[in-house]
């Protein structure tokens, strides 16, 4: 079943505690792509990425990393999460950039 | 840059009414435009896209939306909801690296 998996679904973590969200697709997607989604803002893209060792920056990249080694996985990391972090978070991917995108089921994440 | 505004935040509806929720985009080059749904506690889902062709897009679970150019408008719309309708509605434009969402369209149907 072509899918997008994000792991873990739901992480409850405190202040500084570094944390990585993997985020894997078996379609052979070109461009991944990671949204926060919060309530009355709608989807902001973090980073993305449009090949193999290809990424940039979205909209809202502060206190986020992501690399892409291999072309299946586009892990988000977050060095020293805070607060202000607490979010659902989406990782999709594409065919290419300006296709429709395939989400992922959501990673709940709170910082306390 | 492309932007996109949902000019409804909330639309409530009875279940077989008609619904149409508004979405207006601005961009300086040529565009695809996408709605998704997102049900409660799940996912993204392509409702329909916008690529190049007809104006007038046919997507699942009966909805359809208009292409405007000169309005710079992707309206979706269904002929008739139905409860599990309620949902979560975002319009969408990629007009670069980026898909750009508009800030959703809560639609609640009630019998």
């Known amino acids: 079943e072509a899918q997008v998996t994000q792991n873990p679904r739901y992480l409850i973590t405190v202040t500084g505690k570094k944390l990585t969200v993997t985020c894997s697709q078996n379609?052979?997607?070109?461009?991944m792509s990671w949204y926060r989604q919060d309530p009355g803002l709608g989807l902001r893209q973090i980073y993305y990425?449009?090949?193999?060792?290809?990424?940039d920056k979205g909209d809202v990249p502060e206190g986020y990393k992501v690399s892409r080694k291999e072309k299946r996985n586009f892990p988000l990391i977050l060095e020293s999460p805070s607060p202000n972090q607490t979010s659902l978070y989406f990782c999709?991917?594409?065919?290419?950039?300006?296709?429709?995108?395939?989400f992922g089921p959501g990673t709940r994440l709170t910082v306390t | 840059a492309q932007s996109v505004t949902q000019l409804d935040s909330q639309v409530p509806v009875f279940e077989e009414a008609p619904v149409e929720l508004r979405c207006n985009y601005s961009?300086?080059?040529?565009?695809?435009l996408f709605w998704y749904v997102q049900y409660p506690n799940q996912g993204l889902q392509l409702l329909l896209k916008?690529?190049?062709?007809?104006?007038l897009v046919k997507g699942i679970n009966g909805f359809e939306a208009e292409f405007n150019k000169s309005q710079t408008s992707f309206h979706l719309r269904k002929p008739s909801v139905h409860i599990s309708d309620t949902a979560e509605y975002f319009c969408?434009?990629?007009?670069?690296?980026?898909?750009?969402f508009g800030k959703g369209t809560t639609l609640s149907v009630s019998s």
């Open positions: 999709a991917s594409s065919l290419s950039w300006g296709h429709e995108q395939y």
């Open positions: 379609m052979n997607h070109e461009y």
């Open positions: 990425s449009m090949n193999v060792e290809v990424t």
């Open positions: 961009s300086s080059v040529s565009v695809y």
């Open positions: 916008y690529l190049s062709g007809s104006t």
């Open positions: 969408a434009v990629s007009g670069g690296t980026a898909l750009i």
